[in-house]
């Protein structure tokens, strides 16, 4: 299968400051998901991008997929406290997690 | 209804116990996932039944055993476990396997092998 590289591992920021984590894949992907895992909790999906180039945006999420569908991004503007959690991005088809990225804010 | 629920919550058995995990979605999905998650670990793909049918097992210690009885229901029966095998289950499905579509996760079955 398709293996979607994720970095950083953790993030730790102050409440407001941005966030970004990126996967990458050495292969063109056809699509693209990410997903988001509360502490205790279970993977929930946030998005899926198809299209090269593509951009998405929720609320103060803005989710990006490269020019040549090898790679992607998550953003945050200003994280709150409820962002904290950790970001999978999964590959297409047989749904095989990243590594993620832990997210931590400090009020 | 777009819930997968598993059963038990949480489960303790002993290396010589056998024991099943079981998994239910009626979201019409027809495929269906076990993942195992390690704590600060990514979920680890381990089986993928597409349309009741046994598409992908990611080489996991035959101590697993998944099932796959109906479109909504998917059991994952375990034997002889190990220690090592403590960690959180997590089940989830999907329209298809080979579509674009999002996966649904249960709250999963954290289990404790002692």
């Known amino acids: 299968g398709q293996q979607v590289m994720q970095i950083p591992q953790y993030q730790h920021v102050q409440e407001g400051e941005d966030f970004t984590t990126y996967c990458n894949s050495s292969?063109?992907?056809?699509?693209i998901q990410w997903y988001k895992q509360r502490p205790g909790g279970h993977p929930v999906f946030l998005i899926q991008l198809v299209k090269s180039g593509e951009v998405k945006k929720q609320k103060r999420l803005t989710f990006q997929f490269g020019e040549a569908k090898k790679n992607s991004s998550l953003h945050i503007t200003a994280t709150q406290t409820t962002d904290v959690g950790t970001y999978f991005c999964?590959?297409?088809?047989?749904?095989?997690f990243g590594a993620g990225t832990r997210l931590t804010v400090k009020p | 209804d777009t819930e997968v629920t598993q059963t038990p919550k949480h489960l303790v058995m002993g290396m010589t116990n056998k024991k099943s995990l079981k998994c239910e979605q009626h979201?019409?999905?027809?495929?269906m996932y076990w993942y195992k998650q390690k704590a600060k670990k990514p979920p680890e793909l381990m089986f993928v039944?597409?349309?009741?049918?046994?598409?992908i097992n990611e080489s996991v210690p035959s101590r697993f055993s998944p099932e796959c009885p109906n479109s909504s229901l998917l059991n994952l029966h375990l034997h002889a476990l190990q220690p090592e095998d403590s960690a959180l289950y997590l089940c989830?499905?999907?329209?298809?396997?080979?579509?674009?579509?999002?996966?649904?996760f249960g709250q999963g079955t954290r289990l404790t092998v002692v």
């Open positions: 979201m019409g999905h027809r495929a």
């Open positions: 989830a499905s999907s329209q298809d396997q080979g579509r674009d579509t999002e996966a649904f």
């Open positions: 292969t063109t992907l056809s699509n």
């Open positions: 999964a590959g297409p088809n047989d749904m095989r």
């Open positions: 039944y597409s349309y009741e049918k046994l598409s």
